[in-house]
């Protein structure tokens, strides 16, 4: 039994400091995330946007319900709102009162991620459960500002460097490895990622046969930065096929290996990761994923990092002491009977959390039978590219007819053209926009397509001297072919008057 112990210990706890990497992350992930959605605030949280409360509300009536940003409509509402969730966002990543500024985030979090779920992807997803697990785990307890408010930094075994860092870090008790349901939990959502869509690329034709990477790199709305360069090369693009194909399938081993060997794997999908991000436009989801590896980076690298930063440590210290000589402490202590039965209640709930994680995601591969009802499981799996990529190209015309007689294509401001553009950067100013157009095209709803026309007619008309009389949404689809013509078609989604555009 010793030995077993000691065995989940060393595969199902995670390191102190990594936790403490983990916190930081993930609140200059929240702060990133929260930059890359102003740029559009208006166009996707409020009521002038794609999506108004009233629209929200008809399509989505559950999840509207929980949404904070969804209380109001107007400009002012929603970007305070985003300056709120950025001052939690750098509390986290100080480590100032972290229980508390963790708990913000994950609300406010989901509450954006509420109020318009047609911009999110799976990045978001992973987001959202690492910030849950989180809420359950020590992360201030390592180079935050609440572990100098209690003394010093805590380390879990001999003290590193000189000087200041090294006596606060002598001055409590160790904490080196946490081990708990909440790590077991964050450690096993991570490899369910990869299994899971391990298995669904395996029941796909593409990937096994090594030709899926060649159709991603062909979708010109994906491939940016670095990614052409290696459009006409398909041996490199196969052997990424096979060679992604080989790693998720190898993903429980994150689970089974320690120490160096499991240092080595997660490097190895990390580095995947940074390729993703250098090839292909996918938001943030290649940052979010290599955040989430964090927590598999064994103690001897942290002691590595350690012995080389003992300078800046030293000088974080100083520094974090004087600011929480200035910063206020408040707190209000919980009573011993709820702590009692917190430490009783919270972990029942994180290991059925734990099963129902596991049950989902068998759900979502179709091995558990699914419980009828709204919500399918899988609709909501880890299926990134999965079971095949898609074989085509997709980017919007909007035909629209001025008061003076003029057609025009609204969303450029250029003549109407039906071929493909030079650059889709003009259809897709961002991951969101082109997430936002692809659920828009798949969902077959005339509300949400004629609530887009609405928002670019009020767009022009704000804009130019000449307004909107008509408007037309169209997609256009190229079918991706490796060999031989790629035909376009082409279909409309909505046609109507702009009479937003002149509200």
């Known amino acids: 039994m010793d030995r077993l112990r000691r065995a989940l210990r ?22 990133a995330d929260l930059a890359l959605r102003a740029r559009n605030l208006s166009a996707f949280y409020t009521d002038a946007g794609v999506l108004p409360r009233e629209t929200l509300r008809a399509l989505y009536p559950t999840i509207s319900t929980i949404s904070l940003h969804a209380l109001g409509g107007s400009f002012a509402f929603e970007a305070g709102l985003f300056v709120l969730a950025a001052a939690f966002a750098c ?7 972290t229980r508390l500024a963790v708990v913000a985030s994950f609300v406010l979090l989901v509450s954006l991620h509420a109020r318009n779920p047609l911009v999110l ?3 978001d997803s992973l987001l959202r459960r690492l910030l849950f697990w989180s809420l359950f785990l020590p992360l201030g307890a390592r180079w935050s500002l609440d572990s100098l408010a209690r003394g010093g930094e805590e380390s879990g075994g001999a003290a590193r460097g000189s000087g200041v860092a090294a006596r606060t870090e002598r001055a409590l008790p160790p904490v080196g490895r946490v081990t708990s349901v909440a790590t077991a939990g964050l450690l096993v959502q991570v490899v369910l990622v990869y299994a899971v869509n391990a298995v669904f690329k395996h029941q796909g034709a593409l990937w096994p046969a090594g030709e899926a990477v060649r159709y991603v790199f062909s979708l010109r709305e994906f491939v940016v930065l670095a990614g052409p360069l290696f459009v006409g090369h398909p041996l490199v693009l196969t052997a990424a096929d096979y060679a992604w194909l080989a790693l998720v399938a190898c993903s429980p081993l994150l689970l089974v290996l320690t120490g160096r060997a499991r ?11 940074l390729g993703m991000l250098a ?15 964090l927590a598999f980076v064994p103690p001897f690298v942290w002691d590595r990092v350690a012995a080389a930063t003992a300078g800046v440590r030293e000088r974080a210290v100083r520094a974090g002491t004087r600011a929480n000589a200035r910063l206020p402490r408040a707190s209000l202590p919980a009573p011993s009977a709820l702590r009692r039965a917190a430490s009783v209640a919270v972990p029942v709930l994180l290991v059925a959390c734990l099963l129902g994680m596991g049950v989902w995601n068998a759900m979502s591969l179709g091995v558990v039978a699914a419980p009828d009802g709204s919500v399918n499981p899988q609709r909501y799996g880890w299926s990134m590219f999965a079971p095949d990529p898609p074989h085509v190209d997709n980017w919007y015309v909007l035909p629209a007819t001025t008061t003076g007689g003029e057609r025009v294509d609204a969303l450029t401001g250029d003549a109407v053209s039906w071929e493909p553009p030079d650059s889709l950067a003009a259809v897709y100013p961002s991951a969101r926009w082109r997430k936002y157009l692809e659920n828009v095209q798949r969902s077959g709803s005339d509300r949400l397509a004629r609530d887009f026309a609405g928002y670019e007619c009020a767009r022009w008309n704000a804009t130019h001297e000449t307004r909107l009389a008509r408007i037309r949404v169209s997609v256009v689809a190229q079918e991706t072919r490796l060999a031989g013509p790629e035909p376009i078609r082409n279909r409309t989604l909505w046609a109507g008057t702009c009479t937003r555009g002149d509200a």
């Open 263 to 273: 240092a080595a794997l997660a490097g190895l999908f990390a580095a995947a990761h």
């Open 10 to 31: 060393a595969r199902l706890g995670v390191d102190a400091r990594a936790l403490a990497a983990l916190r930081i992350a993930l609140a200059l992930l929240l702060l």
């Open 91 to 97: 509390a986290l990543a100080a480590g100032y009162h």
């Open 279 to 293: 090839t292909m436009r996918l938001g943030l989801f290649p940052l979010v994923a290599v955040t989430a590896l």
């Open 121 to 123: 992807n799976g990045g």
